[in-house]
């Protein structure tokens, strides 16, 4: 079974800070996503990954992927207070992909409070 | 806005009863998903249509079945509901996986469904 752990779960910063969200995945897979929430709200597509030593980034956030290790990290830069919201790291199920399946399994993501 | 609309927004009703969920992907994407999400057991994959078929199943209990007709919007029918169905539920799409070569997946902005 699939399985996608993020740490930490919970994640309480200072504006201007750096800090990095990790996500490890348990199976060969060459497709990592990066997803934000706010409270209420639905998911918000933030980085697709494709392959290893992939980069991406985007304002304060920047994500990365080494499938050797099945780890992507997303790294937060000076972090304000308008990142406050909780991510979420999705895998592909590459084994099927091209077949049936298609699905994403989801870790169960970090919420980031960014404090004055 | 990601393009993918839901209906209703909010849905209160009783356990034992009845409901249809509906969601209709983004223009041109052939491939919808249906997520639950709660508290306790997070972002749990449902079911998966793709151009009108059913392509996988997560952790869909048999009290809930979907469909995707032929103008590719989809319905989630959720019966004999227990107060442990309360949860956001939400649709997502995509043009299919094997498409594009990844599986990047839009989502609505949810339904909350609220069993009393």
Not at chain 1, 40 to 52: Q, R
Not at chain 1, 78 to 97: G, I, K, P, Q, W
Not at chain 2, 46 to 58: D, M, S
Request: contains cysteine; glycine residues 8%.
């Amino acid at each position: 079974e699939l399985k996608v752990e993020q740490n930490p779960l919970f994640l309480s910063m200072q504006e201007g800070k750096n800090y990095t969200i990790y996500c490890n995945y348990s199976t060969t897979s060459d497709r990592l996503y990066w997803y934000r929430q706010d409270p209420g709200k639905s998911l918000e597509s933030l980085f697709v990954l494709l392959s290893n030593g992939a980069v991406k980034q985007e304002g304060r956030l920047m994500a990365s992927l080494d499938t050797k290790a099945r780890l992507s990290t997303l790294h937060i830069t000076a972090a304000v207070h308008d990142l406050s919201a909780t991510y979420f790291c999705a895998v592909d199920m590459r084994e099927n992909y091209g077949g049936s399946q298609g699905n994403l399994i989801f870790g169960k993501g970090t919420k980031l409070s960014v404090k004055p | 806005d990601s393009g993918v609309t839901q209906t209703p927004k909010h849905l209160i009703t009783a356990t034992g009863q009845r409901v249809t969920l509906r969601c209709s992907p983004r223009s041109g994407d052939l491939s919808v998903y249906w997520y639950q999400q709660s508290l306790d057991q997070g972002l749990q994959f449902l079911i998966q249509y793709y151009n009108g078929e059913e392509r996988a199943k997560g952790n869909i209990l048999e009290r809930f079945s979907a469909q995707q007709f032929p103008d590719l919007h989809s319905e989630l029918n959720l019966s004999s509901l227990e107060l442990g169905d309360s949860a956001l539920y939400f649709c997502a799409s995509s043009v299919g996986p094997s498409l594009l070569g990844y599986n990047e997946q839009f989502f609505g902005p949810g339904t909350r469904l609220t069993v009393l």
